[in-house]
């Protein structure tokens, strides 16, 4: 009972607060704005900051596979479906750009993009690649690519079925940064879901690729020289991988799951309260209008002060509405490429 009357006194004209709800006082809406300033500060901070943690790439990979998803249903394409040897094939991918400091779907010493595939174990009919560095946010890639033509292509290619994303932090250039490696595929038989013990990577064949885009450079046609890997080279590849997922303490998992929830539904939660209080700040104000006017006869209300006063804090959250995560983002000084 005590809350339902707090709250209609912050919201509702009633005789408790003197016909003026406490939401619509200059004193509250002020400290009410200045507490949605911090929140986007928070935001600049969440970007600059925590998204050099480690973490931060295990999230842009599940945001940028729900956003090739969104894409393909809303163009009648079927989902794709998360493979990991496509995963390890991107990692594969990624670990070789840093240590040979390239970008590029072919390598300086001429290993083109499906020799990751064959070394991983995924035997395709088609496969694609797409690259990404330099950028802070998922959003910010995926739009980046579905503005490429090429890279577009291969998110709404027909004749994929499956996908894996691997995101390192590494250093480029001499900056560090965080590189993004996309990989589609069509696998020749059902996949296998992982890696046995002791596995030998299969013969390659001549097959017919899928154009991949290539932003860099055109993909000349050549023989691929490939080396079968032995098993002990594979399972050392991927043991450091493991070992650094085993190792994660109580504390790591705690931080990874808070970093996690921030990066996931930080931005969406800003987003739906400025719309609230966007709502409940318009509501309210025609409600103390029309219960002054046509309910209590009162007209005691300063409609000179109430009125443009309410305008202005509309006016600032759509503001708030308006500079987004995204727009925030770009307003940061940051080299990426495609």
């Known amino acids: 009972m005590f809350f339902i009357k707090r709250i209609k006194k912050i919201f509702i004209p009633c005789r408790e607060n003197d016909y003026y709800p406490y939401f619509l006082k200059n004193d509250f809406l002020n400290f009410y704005f200045l507490f949605f300033l911090f929140l986007k500060f928070f935001t600049i901070f969440s970007v600059l900051f925590l998204s050099q943690n480690t973490f931060f790439a295990l999230i842009t990979k599940e945001k940028l596979i729900s956003l090739v998803n969104q894409e393909r249903i809303k163009n009648n394409l079927p989902p794709l479906k998360e493979n990991p040897l496509l995963e390890r094939s991107s990692f594969l991918k990624a670990n070789d750009i840093f240590q040979n400091n390239y970008f590029g779907h072919w390598s300086p010493k001429g290993i083109s993009p499906w020799y990751w595939f064959k070394l991983a174990g995924y035997d395709y009919q088609a496969a694609g690649e797409n690259l990404a560095i330099g950028f802070f946010d998922s959003k910010e890639v995926f739009d980046a690519w579905m503005n490429s033509l090429s890279h577009r292509a291969n998110i709404l290619n027909s004749d994929f079925k499956e996908i894996g994303i691997w995101v390192q932090k590494g250093y480029f250039n001499g900056k560090e940064a965080y590189l993004v490696v996309q990989h589609f595929g069509k696998p020749r038989k059902e996949s296998i879901l992982d890696l046995p013990k002791g596995f030998v990577s299969p013969t390659p064949l001549l097959i ?131």
């Open 208 to 338: 017919k690729e899928t154009p991949l885009p290539q932003v860099l450079g055109e993909i000349k046609e050549e023989k691929e020289i490939f080396i079968s890997p032995t098993p002990m080279e594979i399972e050392k590849i991927f043991q450091v991988k493991d070992e650094k997922i085993e190792s994660l303490g109580i504390l790591k998992k705690v931080e990874k799951e808070t970093v996690s929830f921030i990066f996931k539904h930080h931005f969406s939660l800003i987003q739906f309260f400025t719309y609230l209080s966007l709502g409940f700040l318009i509501f309210s104000c025609l409600l103390t209008i029309f219960f002054d006017i046509f309910v209590y006869h009162r007209f005691v209300i300063d409609y000179k002060e109430l009125i443009p006063r309410t305008l202005l804090f509309v006016f600032l959250f759509f503001l708030f509405l308006y500079f987004d995560n995204l727009k925030i983002i770009q307003l940061i000084p940051h080299n990426f490429q495609i």
